[in-house]
């Protein structure tokens, strides 16, 4: 890469950093308090009332799964919104008539969102430890699983909002599909207490593996074996980048 | 960015292009064949939809050619889209900033998309700013300007990395008379310096005032390219407004 393509890359990756971090209030403050009313809300107020799971307090329990759906909803939710608004605006094509290269483009778009749940991811953690004891058992697992869910869901909010065509396209695939598979992949309980079906059921949710590997990493427990899981976050995310630069290169819904 | 230089002598050749869409119902370009010597003041007339700005898109790498090929300055625009792309600057006749940045923010993240430094990029915002009266507006969001300073910033950002091949597609259409004075003067003086200018208007006064060389485009072909007087004399007419209507009011009457 020379030095002008870095600086071209570095560009597009600087505006949309910009554009989130210049409306903080919307997508830095607002995911922060949202993830602390859950911790207060579920942990503190009714966690009280619950039994320890697998040795922890619920509170701490929860924890993972909470900061884990700050990062996927983050992620998402940046690049999808940012990338459709760009369409909609046209101003996309100032970067399209420009010579970064496609992969340029993908990685930016992809990155920014998950440079976003990151900061957020950070901040919770930070506050949320000074707020309970957090262990930390298998560093790497959990730093690992949570950068990697974060990077397979700001691929899908590039590819969502590279195929949408309407705002209310990229809030349904909010709605109706992930937050669901998140609430139902075990942010706020262990499979082990469902009864049948619904405990094989949930082992067809791909967030449940992130989450069990997430906690794995803080807690040492996991309703699965997170090093398959790790494997299988790993395997989805390089196919749906390889998806995305399949789609960037043809210019699909960019280049007409 | 690498930039192969080839052939220095034409700024733009197009080679047989055909664009279609909707596989193959709608023909945009029927087989484009055109040349742009270096340092011609060059227009394009033709009415709306006669192929003008799919020609330009496809120039730019916003539209994919489906057969046939174009080249600036001896790069071709999808092989060696990264110096075809450098040489050329481009107006687009629909205002696509981003709302959301400034005039000045508009003018930096462009310059960072062509590999500029900081450095460069920030004397060539001064300079812009000048020219094009921007200055008490530099910090303004593109949202909250008039229609006119829209205007004024599309064409400085596409004039922002220096470009040798410069595509205004319509830049006057809705602008005061006090814009249009101050665009033609400097257009004309970076012309003089070398400056290589295709021009899209439907003010055939101006075509006719500025352009040295021009080009009939109806029904996604080239009608003819002459000089004012080459364009009068083969049609028979005293006014290049009578060449105009003469060559696309012919086409109209062909049976669809």
Same mark, same amino acid.
């Given at each position: 890469?020379?030095?002008?393509?870095?600086?071209?890359?570095?560009?597009?990756?600087?505006?949309?950093?910009?554009?989130?971090?210049?409306?903080?209030?919307?997508?830095?403050?607002?995911?922060?308090?949202?993830? !602390?009313?859950? &911790?207060? #809300?579920?942990?503190?107020?009714?966690?009280?009332?619950? =039994? @320890? *799971?697998?040795?922890?307090?619920?509170?701490?329990?929860?924890?993972?799964?909470?900061?884990?759906?700050?990062?996927?909803?983050?992620?998402?939710?940046?690049?999808?919104?940012?990338?459709?608004?760009?369409?909609?605006?046209?101003?996309?094509?100032?970067?399209?008539?420009?010579?970064?290269?496609?992969?340029?483009?993908?990685?930016?778009?992809?990155?920014?969102?998950?440079?976003?749940?990151?900061?957020?991811?950070?901040?919770?953690?930070?506050?949320?430890?000074?707020?309970?004891?957090?262990?930390?058992?298998?560093?790497?697992?959990?730093?690992?699983?949570?950068?990697?869910?974060?990077?397979? !869901?700001?691929? &899908?909010? #590039?590819?969502?909002?590279?195929?949408?065509?309407?705002? =209310? @396209? *990229?809030?349904?695939?909010?709605?109706?599909?992930?937050?669901?598979?998140?609430?139902?992949?075990?942010?706020?309980?262990?499979?082990?207490?469902?009864?049948?079906?619904?405990?094989?059921?949930?082992?067809?949710?791909?967030?449940?593996?992130?989450?069990?590997?997430?906690?794995?990493?803080?807690?040492?427990?996991?309703?699965?074996?997170?090093?398959?899981?790790?494997?299988?976050?790993?395997?989805?995310?390089?196919?749906?980048?390889?998806?995305?630069?399949?789609?960037?290169?043809?210019?699909?819904?960019?280049?007409? | 960015?690498?930039?192969?230089?080839?052939?220095?002598?034409?700024?733009?050749?197009?080679?047989?292009?055909?664009?279609?869409?909707?596989?193959?119902?709608?023909?945009?370009?029927?087989?484009?064949?055109?040349?742009?010597?270096?340092?011609?003041?060059?227009?394009?007339?033709?009415?709306?939809?006669?192929?003008?700005?799919?020609?330009?898109?496809?120039?730019?790498?916003?539209?994919?050619?489906?057969?046939?090929?174009?080249?600036?300055?001896?790069?071709?625009?999808?092989?060696?889209?990264?110096?075809?792309?450098?040489?050329?600057?481009?107006?687009?006749?629909?205002?696509?900033?981003?709302?959301?940045?400034t005039v000045e923010q508009?003018?930096?993240?462009?310059?960072?998309?062509?590999?500029?430094?900081?450095?460069?990029?920030?004397?060539?915002?001064?300079?812009?700013l000048?020219?094009?009266?921007l200055t008490e507006k530099k910090k303004s969001r593109?949202?909250f300007?008039?229609?006119?300073?829209?205007?004024?910033?599309?064409?400085?950002?596409?004039?922002?990395?220096?470009?040798?091949?410069?595509?205004?597609?319509?830049?006057?259409?809705?602008?005061?008379?006090?814009?249009?004075?101050?665009?033609?003067?400097?257009?004309?003086?970076?012309?003089?310096?070398?400056?290589?200018?295709?021009?899209?208007?439907?003010?055939?006064?101006?075509?006719?005032?500025?352009?040295?060389?021009?080009?009939?485009?109806?029904?996604?072909?080239?009608?003819?390219?002459?000089?004012?007087?080459?364009?009068?004399?083969?049609?028979?007419?005293?006014?290049?407004?009578?060449?105009?209507?003469?060559?696309?009011?012919?086409?109209?009457?062909?049976?669809?």
């Amino acid at each position: 890469m020379s030095r002008g393509e870095w600086i071209g890359f570095y560009s597009l990756l600087r505006r949309e950093c910009y554009r989130f971090l210049s409306i903080p209030r919307q997508t830095v403050a607002g995911p922060l308090l949202e993830t !602390f009313l859950y &911790i207060s #809300v579920f942990g503190a107020a009714l966690g009280s009332r619950i =039994d @320890q *799971i697998h040795g922890v307090s619920y509170v701490v329990f929860i924890i993972p799964g909470l900061l884990l759906m700050s990062m996927i909803m983050n992620s998402y939710a940046n690049n999808s919104s940012s990338l459709f608004q760009q369409k909609m605006m046209h101003a996309i094509d100032d970067q399209l008539a420009s010579p970064v290269s496609n992969y340029s483009l993908l990685v930016a778009y992809t990155v920014a969102g998950l440079l976003r749940a990151l900061i957020i991811v950070t901040i919770a953690f930070a506050t949320a430890s000074l707020m309970v004891h957090l262990p930390m058992e298998h560093l790497w697992i959990f730093v690992l699983g949570l950068t990697l869910s974060g990077l397979f !869901f700001a691929s &899908i909010g #590039v590819l969502v909002g590279l195929i949408s065509t309407t705002f =209310d @396209q *990229i809030s349904s695939y909010q709605t109706f599909v992930l937050q669901p598979l998140i609430f139902l992949g075990g942010v706020f309980y262990s499979v082990a207490l469902l009864p049948e079906p619904f405990k094989t059921l949930t082992h067809f949710d791909p967030i449940f593996y992130m989450i069990n590997t997430v906690r794995y990493g803080m807690l040492g427990h996991s309703d699965v074996n997170p090093y398959w899981s790790l494997l299988a976050i790993t395997v989805a995310t390089i196919a749906i980048i390889t998806i995305n630069a399949h789609l960037f290169k043809r210019g699909y819904k960019l280049r007409s | 960015m690498s930039v192969t230089k080839k052939d220095e002598k034409l700024a733009l050749q197009v080679k047989g292009l055909k664009k279609t869409y909707n596989d193959g119902k709608v023909k945009a370009l029927k087989g484009i064949d055109l040349e742009i010597k270096s340092g011609q003041f060059f227009g394009l007339l033709g009415p709306n939809g006669a192929g003008k700005s799919t020609l330009i898109h496809t120039i730019m790498g916003l539209a994919k050619p489906t057969s046939g090929s174009a080249s600036v300055f001896g790069a071709d625009v999808v092989d060696d889209y990264q110096a075809a792309r450098t040489y050329a600057g481009f107006s687009p006749q629909d205002i696509n900033l981003d709302w959301f940045l400034t005039v000045e923010q508009t003018l930096d993240f462009h310059g960072g998309y062509y590999g500029m430094t900081k450095k460069e990029r920030a004397k060539r915002i001064d300079e812009l700013l000048k020219v094009f009266s921007l200055t008490e507006k530099k910090k303004s969001r593109a949202m909250f300007l008039s229609g006119g300073m829209k205007r004024r910033t599309v064409i400085a950002r596409a004039l922002m990395h220096r470009p040798k091949f410069l595509i205004l597609d319509e830049p006057t259409a809705g602008v005061d008379v006090e814009l249009r004075r101050d665009l033609w003067k400097y257009v004309q003086e970076i012309n003089k310096q070398g400056t290589t200018i295709l021009l899209t208007t439907h003010y055939i006064e101006e075509a006719e005032e500025l352009c040295d060389q021009i080009a009939l485009i109806n029904d996604g072909k080239i009608l003819k390219v002459g000089t004012v007087s080459e364009l009068k004399k083969a049609f028979k007419v005293k006014t290049l407004e009578d060449v105009y209507l003469k060559a696309t009011g012919d086409k109209q009457e062909t049976p669809v």
